[in-house]
């Protein structure tokens, strides 16, 4: 079992935090998991690119190279990546502008929007993303994402971003679009 | 130019959050660069393992094969990854115990008492370390490293961290380990 995800959107997301905590909340379940940023030209435009690789086995290559979920929202990071989709699901927020040439499976999600409205604040869209993220792949119970969640947000915000981590599993619940 | 960085320790010790605070510099550097996490039996071990990849041209493969520079804060970071050192330097705390079998040139600074003592925070050791690697690889200047700190920590903790990172760029400037 390896599953690769890419999460993509722009500069001020949350993504890499999203990707660290979805990697810890792997490690938490007994697997192994390696999170990679990679930053470059396309980080400087504004855009960001985590990954996360989880494993039962050891993980040799750390980098997603036919990611089984894409987490874009923006329509920035759907045109890049979208593209790329083999075999995965693509998930993107539903203000990104979908694509018919790109062939992918894929749901839109109101991720953004739902942190503000459901939770209250814009910037824990991240943590929706991790539910949504957990939700869909089955690679962590809920618990586990919980505690994952809390370990790593600033002291203080644990509820607000453990709020917004149940939105985002409400999200994967209701999107018809759970794991293999 | 391709600048190689492990950094080691253990889990409580912040040492992704410099990881990502050195890439980041790198990038404000006009640079590019990979940071990358890696979890699995030894991180529930409670050590804790980042890497971080600088370069000038596109970073092919994202992990350090074979390091410029090995941070190692505990006694089991540096037995676990001293010995892989070949023509890189290892900067190790210096409550760290030495190994002369470990032949790689190593450099023993007082990066976790310095926290303590001249910042006045155990915590903020990941940023003294931060200096001490940004101080000692030259991959970014001075200005950016703290522009870099100040965009990663949270608010209303600028001032430490950055004095934290001072703290480090002095250790190194003092250490005469400076890079080639």
């Given at each position: 079992?390896?599953?690769?995800f890419?999460l993509?959107?722009?500069?001020?997301?949350?993504?890499?935090?999203a990707?660290?905590?979805l990697?810890?909340?792997?490690?938490?379940?007994?697997?192994?998991?390696?999170?990679?940023?990679?930053?470059?030209?396309?980080?400087?435009?504004?855009?960001?690119?985590?990954?996360?690789?989880?494993?039962?086995?050891?993980?040799?290559?750390?980098?997603?190279?036919?990611?089984?979920f894409?987490l874009?929202l923006?329509?920035?990071?759907?045109?890049?990546?979208?593209?790329?989709?083999?075999?995965?699901l693509?998930i993107t927020d539903?203000?990104?502008?979908?694509?018919?040439?790109?062939?992918?499976?894929?749901v839109?999600l109101p991720i953004?929007?739902s942190?503000?409205?459901?939770?209250?604040?814009?910037?824990?869209a991240n943590m929706v993303a991790l539910g949504v993220l957990g939700g869909l792949s089955?690679?962590?119970?809920?618990?586990?994402?919980?505690?994952?969640?809390?370990?790593?947000?600033?002291?203080?915000?644990?509820?607000?971003?453990?709020?917004a981590l149940?939105v985002g599993l409400e999200l994967a619940a209701q999107s018809?679009a759970?794991?293999?």
């Open positions: 079992m390896r599953v690769e890419r993509s959107g722009s500069g001020g997301q949350g993504l890499l935090l990707g660290i905590t990697a810890e909340a792997a490690i938490y379940a007994g697997k192994n998991a390696v999170q990679t940023q990679s930053y470059g030209p396309e980080a400087r435009g504004g855009s960001s690119k985590a990954e996360v690789v989880i494993s039962d086995e050891e993980i040799d290559y750390p980098k997603a190279t036919d990611p089984d894409l874009a923006t329509n920035d990071a759907y045109k890049t990546y979208g593209p790329m989709m083999a075999k995965g693509i539903t203000s990104v502008t979908l694509d018919p040439a790109i062939k992918a499976r894929t839109a953004l929007s942190a503000a409205e459901k939770v209250g604040k814009k910037v824990v089955g690679v962590a119970p809920k618990e586990i994402l919980k505690k994952a969640v809390v370990a790593r947000v600033p002291k203080g915000t644990d509820e607000l971003n453990v709020k149940e018809g759970a794991s293999k």
